[in-house]
């Protein structure tokens, strides 16, 4: 099974707005929402079913037993992550902690434990043959890197007949898209037209070559500004990366996200072009065994 | 005064609105914490930079003292550390550096050394102070800059301070709002973007941060956010028209207050209604 990963660096370029309408083109029978931030991409996939719901447990939590604390301040002292506060008593922040497990090894009467706390909840569709896996981390919780290699575990755990996967990525370059670009084939970046775009690009391409995973461009909103769009195709050029294409900014698009359908579910402008963008990819992932690498 | 802007979605305008912000307050600092694609620089090009490296403590291994009892390896709740081949291996990428393994060696195998992930940048852009912090591409988390951008500016209540927040709702969005005495959320009028709303509208309530939208993007007829406001009984500060003008300005990355009037008029309102809103908040919380 080939893995496209769609990332983007700059956060609301359209990388859902994108892997939904593959999702769609490909027919696709397994595919993952791998941004546990901030997910998306359960609006606009039709499902007929319920999701299958598992909690998902991060690092756990320290937690101080009152009765047995003695005071010392050995575990406030050594803990790194300045989690430990003192006022009469000795407490600890949850959203802080990150379950190292220091105070308890610090502690001389063993009146601190870690306990196991839920940082999110997994969800899986399967049915008729198809498996969508999604989650939702907890709010202002941290090990979302984790969460989603359990994305990815839990789409590869139902066995389908399927040749393709298709991943919808979370934006930025730190733990959620390091732990996603894990094992995957290719990485279509969606890139947008704006100085700012352009400078988070250049990041993500960096992020995706320190993992010697092959990456494609394509720019959405392409006519938003022209001089910027040739900029960046400029910039594949010179880094040798393949091309996608151009999709333009289409009002018909917004349109179509709002009641919950991709854009090649009706007829326009970004539609199309996405077409484009889609054969182009699909032919390099399966029939030239891959572009070249970045 | 310390106001964060954060939106949940990316691309909802964070760095328009905290930029424009202020660039209109005049004397103002502007700090970066979106670490991981940090963009206001681009708007600001600030001068005078001065520059800081960010380090964390990362074990290092003295393997002539290692005698490979594996107490780390047992310790380390981060699968950071493995023994392969008679040799002890630090994966630094994933490593927290809590200190336990280093603490627990037995055999003292085990020191630490400073390894870089990023830096802060500090300049100045007409009369407003510009912060921003930049994570290294390949490391995974950006807080330790974050906790030092914010250490740096220590909150002063007749200053104006605003802080350009990462998307989502994650630990490093609660780092960056957690010393903020106001929140705005900027959303945009899609389905993506009232579910995100949805979710740093949790997050503010959460942690009681007094807060209002700023609907940015608007087109005419329906908008999904504006309505999620109004069903939630939520102060909505301002509306921002969808505007190519403003948005060939903003992708060009120019401070749209200081290249027209017409904005300039837009978010000295907007400006004025969060202090208001910032003053009412703190006068009936006292």
Redo the contacts between chains.
């Keep these: 099974m080939k893995q496209l990963l769609i990332l983007?660096?700059?956060?609301?370029?359209g990388k859902?707005t994108i892997a939904s309408a593959f999702i769609k083109l490909a027919n696709a029978k397994s595919y993952a929402d791998c941004d546990v931030?901030?997910p998306?991409l359960h609006?606009?996939t039709e499902q007929s079913s319920q999701p299958m719901k598992t909690d998902y447990y991060g690092?756990?939590k320290a937690e101080i037993n009152p009765e047995l604390c003695i005071k010392c301040d050995k575990c406030r002292q050594?803990c790194?992550?300045d989690s430990i506060s003192v006022d009469k008593k000795y407490k600890v922040d949850p959203?802080a902690c990150?379950?190292?497990?220091?105070c308890k090894?610090?502690c001389p009467v063993e009146a601190i434990s870690l306990k196991p706390a839920v940082a999110g909840e997994l969800m899986l569709y399967a049915n008729e043959g198809e498996v969508f896996s999604t989650a939702q981390?907890k709010?202002?919780?941290?090990t979302?890197?984790m969460l989603v290699t359990e994305v990815k575990k839990q789409m590869k755990s139902e066995i389908v007949n399927a040749n393709l996967a298709i991943i919808d990525g979370?934006?930025?370059?730190?733990?959620p898209v390091?732990a996603s670009l894990s094992g995957v084939d290719m990485v279509l970046i969606v890139a947008?037209?704006?100085?700012?775009?352009i400078?988070?690009l250049e990041?993500i391409i960096?992020?995706a070559a320190?993992f010697g995973t092959m990456t494609v461009i394509c720019i959405n909103k392409f006519d938003?500004?022209v001089?910027?769009t040739k900029k960046i195709e400029a910039l594949c050029k010179k880094q040798r990366l393949t091309f996608m294409g151009r999709i333009p900014f289409d009002?018909n698009a917004?349109k179509a996200?709002?009641n919950?359908r991709t854009i090649v579910d009706i007829d326009c402008a970004s539609g199309a072009a996405v077409k484009a963008v889609y054969n182009k990819t699909m032919k390099l992932l399966f029939e030239e065994g891959g572009g070249l690498r970045s | 005064m310390r106001i964060a802007v954060l939106s949940?979605?990316?691309?909802?305008g964070k760095?328009l609105v905290s930029v424009n912000l202020a660039a209109v307050a005049k004397i103002s600092t502007y700090i970066d914490c979106d670490v991981?694609?940090p963009?206001g620089h681009?708007f600001f090009k600030p001068e005078d930079v001065q520059e800081e490296e960010i380090s964390v403590k990362i074990p290092k291994v003295n393997n002539e003292l290692c005698n490979g009892c594996r107490k780390c390896i047992d310790?380390c709740?981060?699968n950071a550390l493995a023994y392969i081949k008679d040799k002890l291996i630090v994966f630094e990428?994933v490593c927290?550096?809590?200190?336990?393994c280093i603490?627990?060696c037995p055999e003292k195998a085990l020191t630490e050394r400073e390894k870089v992930i990023g830096k802060v940048q500090k300049g100045t852009s007409d009369q407003v102070t510009v912060y921003t912090g930049i994570?290294n591409?390949?490391?995974?988390?950006?807080i330790p800059i974050i906790k030092k951008l914010l250490a740096e500016n220590k909150p002063e209540a007749d200053k104006l301070t605003f802080i350009d927040c990462?998307?989502?709702?994650?630990?490093?969005?609660?780092e960056s709002i957690k010393d903020a005495d106001y929140c705005i959320l900027v959303a945009?009028?899609?389905?993506?973007g009232v579910?995100?709303l949805n979710?740093v509208y949790?997050?503010v309530k959460?942690?009681n941060k007094p807060f209002g939208v700023v609907l940015n993007k608007c087109?005419e007829g329906?908008n999904?956010a504006e309505n999620f406001c109004i069903e939630k009984n939520i102060k909505i500060l301002d509306q921002i028209p969808f505007d190519n003008e403003l948005?060939?300005l903003?992708?060009?990355?120019e401070i749209a207050v200081r290249e027209n009037e017409k904005y300039q008029a837009l978010f000295s309102s907007l400006l004025e209604t969060v202090k208001k809103e910032v003053q009412h908040e703190t006068t009936s919380y006292s």
Excluded at chain 1, 8 to 13: E, F, P
Excluded at chain 1, 139 to 142: L, W
Excluded at chain 2, 137 to 142: C, F, I, N, P
């Design positions: 983007s660096g700059k956060g609301g370029t859902t931030d901030a998306n609006l606009i690092l756990p050594n790194r992550f959203f990150e379950g190292c497990g220091v090894a610090v981390l709010m202002g919780s941290g979302s890197g979370s934006p930025g370059i730190g733990c390091i947008e037209p704006s100085i700012s775009g400078s988070d990041r960096k992020t320190k938003t500004n001089e910027n009002s917004v996200i709002n919950g | 949940g979605k990316g691309g909802t760095t991981e694609e963009n681009l310790f709740k981060f990428e927290h550096s809590c200190g336990g603490m627990l994570l591409t390949g490391e995974a988390s950006g990462p998307p989502g709702s994650a630990c490093i969005v609660m945009e009028p899609t389905l993506f579910h995100n979710m949790e997050l959460l942690f087109i329906e999904p948005g060939i903003n992708s060009n990355a």
